[in-house]
């Protein structure tokens, strides 16, 4: 799952509430791996992302963008639709 460079990002619903979404969320660079949680929750405009102490600040920066990206888009439907499972890649910032 390690990408060569760069880094991937998964997201796996775990939950649905009245509120939002919760995330299981994994980070994996070439070099480490994260396992963090999500919280979405759009009417509020949030996003809460767990984090460690020795997660890369750029790693966590990716994740956050993907977060609020799908917490917008359910944000702007009727009746959100969270998705299963999203698996995404970007290359580290320079």
Not at 45 to 71: G, Q, R, Y
């Amino acid at each position: 799952m390690r990408p060569e460079h760069g880094i991937r990002v998964q997201l796996t619903l775990k939950t649905i509430q009245e509120d939002g979404a919760l995330y299981a969320v994994q980070l994996f660079t070439p070099s480490n791996e994260w396992k963090l949680e999500a919280m979405l929750c759009p009417k509020q405009d949030t996003v809460e992302l767990s984090h460690h102490e020795n997660t890369e600040p750029w790693a966590l920066k990716i994740a956050e963008k993907f977060l609020t990206t799908l917490c917008v888009q359910q944000k702007a439907k009727s009746q959100p639709t969270w998705p299963k499972r999203l698996l995404r890649w970007r290359p580290k910032p320079s």
